[in-house]
């Protein structure tokens, strides 16, 4: 397996509701990475995670949740959002550990992304 | 500070040309540079990664070459065709984490 999966591809949700974005990789990958993406602009990190441990959050709200429950997935949970967070969220992995030696530990791979409305 | 530049912004051309893109990084200390291609709403497909110590890299009809006294890399396309049609994002890391995008180029291959 050679992709990075996220689901759902669509989601709307209004200003009160909790849902949450789920991405996996079975690549054996050990960072993983949240992105947000607004229209033609190129994406932003949030979050990375690097042997299931947050190791960059980049100030983003707290109404942003990660959560990494092993090293397969990456979840983001979402509560109380604005509507200027609709966005295109990216998910993205890199390889780590033994592949420092080869120059490309940190290269990403990215998945299809969730197109995120928020009414 | 670090910053990353592509100039064209956006690109016309009619099929059959090849083409070149350019990225440009103010800060030259590199480790790696990847070239990535986004469809309109989708996520981003990795295309090359050029290791700092490498002068290019070749896959197929792209081929990317990385100056790193100049700040400068490149995306060269071969026979373009409108399958082409996409933004060309450059990524810049520096032994993090972060990669550093570019503002990217809007590229349609016309048939």
């Known amino acids: 397996d050679t992709e990075v999966t996220q689901t759902p591809k669509h989601l709307v949700m209004g200003m009160t509701n909790k849902k949450s974005l789920k991405c996996e990789q079975h690549?054996?990958?050990?960072?993983m990475y949240w992105y947000k993406q607004k229209a033609k602009k190129p994406p932003e990190l949030m979050f990375v995670y690097s042997y299931e441990k947050l190791s960059i959050n980049e100030s983003v709200p707290s109404r942003f949740s990660p959560e990494c429950p092993n090293s397969s997935l990456l979840n983001l949970h979402l509560h109380a959002l604005q509507p200027e967070d609709s966005a295109l969220y990216l998910c993205a992995s890199s390889p780590r550990g033994n592949w420092r030696a080869s120059g490309s530990y940190n290269e990403q791979f990215f998945g299809p992304g969730t197109r995120l409305t928020v009414l | 500070k670090q910053e990353v530049t592509q100039i064209p912004a956006a690109l016309s051309v009619p099929e059959g040309e090849n083409l070149v893109l350019n990225c440009s990084f103010t800060?030259?200390?590199?480790?790696?540079l990847q070239w990535f291609r986004q469809d309109p709403g989708k996520g981003l497909t990795s295309l090359l990664l050029?290791?700092?110590?490498?002068r290019e890299q070749t896959s197929g009809r792209l081929n990317a070459s990385l100056d790193k006294s100049s700040g400068r890399s490149t995306l060269y396309i071969a026979a373009s065709q409108p399958g082409d049609s996409a933004t060309y994002l450059c990524?810049?890391?520096?032994?993090?984490?972060?990669?550093?995008f570019g503002t990217g180029t809007r590229l349609q291959v016309f048939p």
């Open positions: 990524a810049v890391s520096y032994n993090t984490d972060k990669l550093i």
């Open positions: 690549m054996g990958h050990r960072a």
């Open positions: 050029i290791q700092s110590s490498q």
């Open positions: 800060d030259s200390a590199i480790y790696n």
